[in-house]
């Protein structure tokens, strides 16, 4: 392992499918709120990445109201998120190789409460040095304060020349511009390509193509 490359990993998107979990889970949500959402599947998966929160207000929910849907939400999630959760094709080959040349962490907008069990689940857990979940920080992606607050938590300070974050969405990649890292953008999630490419110059299949280029970099 080299200790002077850092390697930050988003989770939905970039490691796992979680997409069952989420889309289901907020459908029971409405149901349980009673909200006669007129939206579709695709409208919950283009925003996943985003805070709870951000996400129902943005599918018609009130701001008002929005922290009771995100109850309905976890009430459910907790019990269904490591069955309906699934690696993505090559993720564990990527965290292993990613592990075996640089020092790893988490940086995600799920809650960590249930991230942590779920990384569990996986058998991913062992491999990565810190888990910044959504109750870590009080701003989130885009915002530089996950990443920075990791780098912290691994004892890291900025600036640092060989930091990456690999991600699926724009939120990842603005993250790490916010944060004067590097990035890599990955296609096995939820943002398209031509997205992608707007905010970072490297864009991979998935995440283990993303640490095989970063293999043959620091070789």
Same mark, same amino acid.
């Given at each position: +392992?080299?200790?002077?490359?850092?390697?930050?990993?988003?989770?939905?998107?970039?490691? !796992?499918?979680?997409? =069952?979990?989420?889309?289901?889970?907020?459908?029971? *949500?409405?149901?349980? +709120? &009673?909200?006669?959402?007129?939206?579709? &599947?695709?409208?919950?998966?283009?925003? #996943? %990445?985003?805070?709870?929160?951000? +996400?129902?207000? =943005?599918?018609?929910?009130?701001?008002?109201?929005?922290?009771?849907?995100? &109850?309905?939400?976890?009430?459910?999630?907790?019990? #269904? *998120?490591? #069955?309906?959760?699934?690696?993505?094709?090559?993720?564990?080959?990527?965290?292993?190789?990613?592990?075996?040349?640089?020092?790893?962490?988490?940086?995600?907008?799920?809650?960590?409460?249930?991230?942590?069990?779920?990384? @569990?689940?996986?058998?991913?857990?062992?491999?990565?040095? #810190?888990?910044?979940?959504?109750?870590?920080?009080?701003?989130?992606?885009?915002?530089? /304060?996950?990443?920075? $607050?990791?780098?912290?938590?691994?004892? !890291?300070?900025?600036?640092? /020349?060989?930091?990456? +974050?690999? %991600?699926?969405?724009?939120?990842?990649?603005?993250?790490?511009?916010?944060?004067?890292? $590097?990035?890599?953008?990955?296609?096995? %999630?939820?943002?398209? @390509?031509? @997205?992608?490419?707007?905010?970072?110059?490297?864009?991979?299949?998935?995440?283990? @193509?993303?640490?095989?280029?970063? /293999?043959?970099?620091?070789?």
């Amino acid at each position: +392992m080299n200790n002077d490359v850092i390697i930050l990993f988003d989770l939905d998107g970039t490691l !796992i499918d979680s997409t =069952e979990a989420i889309v289901s889970t907020f459908y029971h *949500s409405f149901e349980v +709120m &009673d909200y006669d959402f007129k939206g579709s &599947d695709e409208d919950i998966k283009n925003l #996943i %990445g985003y805070p709870l929160n951000v +996400m129902y207000k =943005e599918l018609g929910i009130e701001e008002s109201k929005t922290w009771d849907f995100v &109850d309905a939400y976890k009430n459910r999630y907790k019990d #269904i *998120s490591t #069955i309906k959760t699934k690696l993505l094709e090559n993720a564990i080959e990527a965290v292993k190789l990613a592990s075996s040349i640089a020092r790893i962490s988490i940086v995600t907008t799920k809650t960590r409460k249930y991230t942590i069990p779920l990384l @569990e689940h996986l058998e991913l857990m062992p491999h990565f040095e #810190i888990v910044t979940g959504y109750e870590c920080v009080e701003n989130h992606k885009p915002h530089p /304060e996950p990443i920075l $607050k990791t780098l912290k938590d691994m004892n !890291i300070l900025t600036p640092y /020349e060989d930091i990456w +974050m690999i %991600g699926d969405t724009k939120l990842d990649l603005i993250a790490a511009k916010n944060a004067n890292i $590097k990035s890599i953008g990955v296609l096995c %999630g939820y943002g398209d @390509e031509k @997205e992608l490419f707007e905010h970072t110059e490297i864009v991979k299949k998935d995440a283990f @193509e993303a640490i095989k280029y970063l /293999e043959k970099l620091y070789s």
